[in-house]
């Protein structure tokens, strides 16, 4: 018996995330195609101001500011992540014994809370009574001021939040590797290539799928960076690790202004999704 | 040979401890007195609890653990049972448009949060949801992604299976629940693992629509406690508080290691 060629139940079984979707998303979508061209604080009725939004958007320094500082976040970031992780990686796809203990040891930052993170991290990195700044002193280093110097603070967060995430692409990139077949390496021995040529020449190559999607995905999360500065800093010193949605966060719940809020969300948005349209173009154009 | 097998062990160990460490100091640190802690060794003069006797007088912490608990379960629950109706639809029934649907679902899911965000919480202000579970809990039930994940698995079920069913005469959600699911643990161990991390350490949308102390979660709760000046720069305390909120998650993880590291590489996302 077949199944029936046309069946009703199929609707029926999608309905609910599509009912979903209308109320939870495309609703809200539409709302704030009208919210940007209101100034309202949530209490007293919206009031229509035309482009202002806009206009404010593009003469708003501190907005500029947070794009910059969510951009140096991930000019350190990515780079440095994509670094470690090839590194523990490579380290990991070697013959070794308990490979399961090392994953899972790597991993283990990945999955617990950012809040978590930021609070131990807050300790590490204290000027005066930091573990870091400690050990520094230990072996006779200066002090470091992590978080309280404009110029430190948002590398040390990029730091931090590598730290945290690294262990899910070192997966990415053992899993990559993995898929690497042995006869390339083989071929490579016979024409006599040192360590180095292979890794070069064969191993970084046939990766370059999973850099780019290591790079895509770091960029996603990069872009969503709040809680970390919000707890760290509050966005400071002198406004340095106020990340693009901290700002938007705080235009809307400190300010109550939602319709410039939704107005630098739209925005962002618009400019997460080009970048991200930016990098699959390129993913495409990959050979393979 | 041999030097590089050690150099290789001694490398992969220093990454142990570099990624290992700071939580098993931070244990440890929440048991010391309040003076030892900014010390690199772990073992302090003496140990005690009232790191912890302070976070449990100072803030419900355990009716926010509750609140956690039902609102991350309430998701994971509906996100299992409607992503997999509509990927057992998308995979097994045919229906006009299937295909399109399923392309309209992956560009759903490109959608960035960040331009809902806002109008989102006005939605929620017009429901009245705010200060309610209702907001916490009813955004999040549905995932494109879990659809996906479904749709993809189900594929490799049995036809026979399916037809057998038809034929004893059951419909189409009895052959999901009682036929398909109980043949798609690893699938539904991968969404709920997924789905139950993520919403458990969201905190973003909590501390939008949350204001009372009694409906926050746990990382909502934390956070207050820790940049609200209610710790009063106590370390410890908030250390503790911290590792309270860490250690569900890190039970799980012990037990399910190797599930959390599957699904989390294979779905590319991370929380």
Redesign the interface.
Known sequence: MKVKSKNPAGYGLVAPYWIHFALFMAYPLIFSLILVFHKWDVYTPMQWVGLGNFIRLFKDDLFFQSLLNTLLFLVIHIPLQLVVALLFAVLLNEKIRARGFFRAAYFMPVVISGVVISILWQQLYSQENGVLNLLLTHIGLPKVPWLTSPEWAMPSIALMATWKNVGLYIVLFLAGLQTIPGYLYEAADIDGASAWQKFRSVTLPMLNPTVLLVMILSTIGGFSLFIEPYMLTGGGPMNRTLSAMLYIYKQAFYFNRMGYAATLGFFFALLILGVVLVQRKIVEQEPE | MILKRIA??G??ML??V???Y??V??IF?TLKPEME????GLWPSRFTLQHYQQVFAKIPIGRAFLNSIVVSGSITASVLI??S??G???S?????G?NL?FML?LF?M??????????????M?KLHWTDTYLALI??G??S?FG?LLFRQFFQTVPQAL??AA??DGL???QI?FRIVWPLSRPVLITVGILTF?NS??E??WP??VVRKAELMTM?QL??IF??GGMAEAQ?GV??A???L??LP??VA?GIF??Y??ES??SS????
């Not at chain 2, 802690?37 to 690199?40: A, K, N, T, V």
């Not at chain 2, 097994?92 to 006009?96: D, G, I, W, Y």
């Not at chain 2, 490109?110 to 939605?123: G, H, K």
Request: net charge positive; no cysteine.
């Open positions: 290789l062990y490398l992969l990454g142990t570099l990624f290992v700071p939580f100091w931070m640190a802690i900014p010390m690199f409607f992503s109706m509509a057992y639809a998308l097994r029934l045919q229906f006009r299937k649907m679902i759903t490109m959608i960035p949060f960040q331009l809902t965000i806002i109008p989102l919480y006005v939605l202000v009813v955004p039930m549905m494109g659809i399916l037809d038809r034929v419909n189409d959600l999901l991390m458990w350490n905190v973003l501390l939008i990382p934390v956070t820790a940049v370390l908030k250390l508080a911290a590792f909120l860490a998650v890190v993880y290691q190797r959390f590291i989390m590489a590319g996302l991370k929380g």
